[in-house]
């Protein structure tokens, strides 16, 4: 019993010892908006020291108790938590919280790829985070306003509202090859990227042939994608020629929308065309 | 009667002396934070394979221990190991006016309860939401000041670097 008793007084002593007593009373407000400026009452007479602490944030002023202290317009710009502490005679604790300024002011906008082809669902991705003026994360739900716009084609508009801050969408790339400008808007401040949208692969890739003495001059149609866009010169056509168990190939570029060749002439011989893994017709040379 | 009265005080200096030093193991903490993480919410846009969530939940407590170190030493550059962006410039900024005001702080973290809210699709960001339980010691001139528990809860967005996910905001949320 008497143990129990003496452990339990040194405990007593050893919070005595180790702690302070709050004698007096810091009435910060729970929330301040960033950047405001507001005031706290103090009481009792004499020096003290305040410090505000927070991660993104310190300061230590010397106060005189009894009257109020003043944070100027601008001063408290960082959101997150503090802890206050008023030393003097003894010490005092508040904690309170800076919230972000509702109006944006700027927005993180990330668009991906900057590159893409046409007629893609879904192949379009945007997230926005939404800043104030101090560069706080605006974390109360705020409507943010994704715009997809090209020349040739029709607008995409999608309205999300941002969740802890950050809002995204997925959107299709135009049918119409060419730049698009995608946008992100959010209380009147708008970041723009361009995106890219470059022809898909070829469709209905065709090819005649004609005799040329001893060979056979090859020559693609027009060679567009499956929703009509040219695609580009430069882009290589294989001409495959099978004759008599032996294969030969031959890859030429396109240059003004087509691509042309010409192979030995062999009775019987079968010519294909290709463009990468997307086969075209296939002629029997008779 | 003076030497019973001398042996319970004697006792009870002790007993006060090691309550002390239990009280300061308490508070400076030699254990690690407790952690628990929730697995990424269903309505992100980009599914979070399990060793990018244990990558990010390694790092982003990495973190934690970064900012203690650079706000008890005062050194910016220690920041940079872990933090980028916005979060490394408001730190790095509050880093220096604790060296204008001669005062140190220390952030010692006792818990965390994690959740991954959102993985971006294009795999550039990813945000957690921490509710965490923390010590902050102040020290003004070398002399210990006040310690305040704290139980708050972060908002943080990670990126992806060539080595590890940086915090690249770190922000508190009023509750």
Redesign the interface.
Same mark, same amino acid.
């Given at each position: 019993m008497k143990t129990a008793i003496t452990l339990s007084l040194g405990f007593l002593v050893a919070l005595t010892l180790c702690g302070r007593a709050a004698g007096q009373d810091l009435q910060f407000p729970k929330t301040v908006e960033a950047g405001r400026a507001f005031s706290v009452p103090t009481t009792g007479s004499g020096k003290a020291t305040l410090y505000v602490v927070g991660p993104t944030q310190v300061l230590r002023r010397e106060v005189s108790l009894g009257e109020n202290i003043a944070f100027a317009r601008g001063e408290m710009a960082n959101a997150g938590h503090y802890t206050a502490f008023l030393t003097g005679s003894s010490t005092a604790t508040a904690d309170f919280d800076v919230t972000p300024v509702s109006q944006p002011s700027s927005i993180s906008f990330l668009a991906k790829p900057s590159r893409l082809a046409v007629d893609l669902p879904n192949g379009i991705s945007g997230v926005a985070y939404v800043f104030d003026v101090f560069r706080n994360l605006i974390l109360q739900p705020t409507p943010v306003s994704f715009q997809l716009s090209g020349a040739n084609s029709a607008v995409q508009v999608q309205k999300v509202e941002t969740k802890n801050g950050v809002a995204w969408v997925k959107m299709n790339s135009a049918t119409r090859s060419g730049p698009a400008q995608f946008e992100a808007e959010a209380g009147g401040v708008v970041d723009k990227r361009v995106i890219e949208q470059v022809p898909g692969d070829p469709c209905n890739l065709r090819m005649t042939a004609r005799a040329d003495g001893d060979r056979v001059a090859l020559e693609t149609d027009p060679v567009r994608d499956c929703s009509g866009n040219p695609v580009p010169d430069g882009t290589i056509i294989s001409f495959t020629e099978s004759y008599n168990g032996e294969t030969s190939t031959v890859d030429a570029p396109l240059k003004r929308g087509v691509a042309k060749t010409d192979l030995p002439a062999y009775k019987g011989a079968t010519i294909t065309v290709a463009a990468g893994v997307v086969m075209g017709n296939e002629i029997r040379w008779q | 009667m003076k030497k019973t009265v001398f042996r319970?005080l004697k #006792?009870?200096k002790?007993? #006060?002396? !090691?309550?002390?030093i239990? #009280? $300061?193991l308490l508070l400076m903490g030699a254990d690690e934070p407790a952690v628990h993480v929730e697995a990424v919410d269903a309505s992100s846009?980009r599914e979070l394979e399990q060793q990018t969530q244990e990558a990010v939940v390694r790092d982003y407590l990495l973190a934690w221990q970064t900012?203690d170190h650079a706000?008890g030493a005062n050194q910016t550059d220690l920041l940079d190991a872990t933090f980028v962006g916005? &979060?490394k410039e408001?730190?790095a900024? &509050?880093i220096r006016?604790?060296q204008k #005001? $001669? %005062?140190q702080?220390h952030?010692i973290d006792r818990s965390h309860d994690l959740k991954l809210?959102?993985y971006?699709?294009?795999g550039?960001?990813i945000?957690l !939401?921490d509710t965490v339980e923390y010590d902050?010691q102040?020290v003004?001139h070398d002399k210990v000041? &006040?310690t305040?528990h704290?139980r708050?809860r972060y908002?943080a967005?990670l990126s992806p670097t060539e080595v590890r996910w940086k915090v690249r %905001?770190?922000? &508190?949320?009023?509750?």
């Open positions: - | 319970k #006792a009870l002790w007993t #006060a002396l !090691l309550g002390c239990f #009280a $300061g846009p900012l706000m916005v &979060a408001k730190l900024d &509050a006016e604790q #005001a $001669g %005062i702080t952030y809210v959102f971006s699709p294009e550039l960001s945000q !939401l902050v102040l003004d000041q &006040a305040q704290v708050t908002v967005v %905001i770190f922000q &508190a949320e009023a509750q």
